[in-house]
Nanobody, 124 residues
């Protein structure tokens, strides 16, 4: 069983930065999703086991960067130029395989394990 633990959330002003971390074991594709109040969970970013393939939602391209350090069993989400609309609970998730195509990476049904979530609040 894969256990996922997120950290790094908090309150930041618009234009600021945060880095989320997800401690994860297992050789799997990893993704970050987020869910704002009253909205469905949405894909943010994903990364293959090797780190050679990354995918991003259009809303975060150029601002967020996903990376991983397999030696530390940790996946990161660097979030820059944060906007109030980025406010949400952020979840990391582990997929079934080591690599996904873009369409599978953004599908929450392709992920088996989920973390408990970490709150990110961006004030205007």
């Amino acid at each position: 069983q894969v256990q996922l633990v997120e950290s790094g959330g908090g309150l930041v002003q618009a234009g600021g930065s945060l880095r989320l971390s997800c401690a994860a074991s297992g050789r799997t594709f990893m993704g970050w999703f987020r869910q704002a109040p009253g909205k469905e969970r949405e894909f943010v970013a994903g990364i293959s086991w090797s780190g050679g393939s990354t995918y991003y939602a259009d809303s975060v391209k150029g601002r967020f960067t996903i990376s991983r350090d397999n030696a530390k069993n940790t996946v990161y989400l660097q979030m820059n130029s944060l906007k109030p609309e980025d406010t949400a609970v952020y979840y990391c998730a582990a997929g079934r395989n080591t690599a996904y195509s873009g369409s599978r990476a953004s599908n929450p049904n392709e992920y088996v394990y989920w973390g408990q979530g970490t709150q990110v609040t961006v004030s205007s």
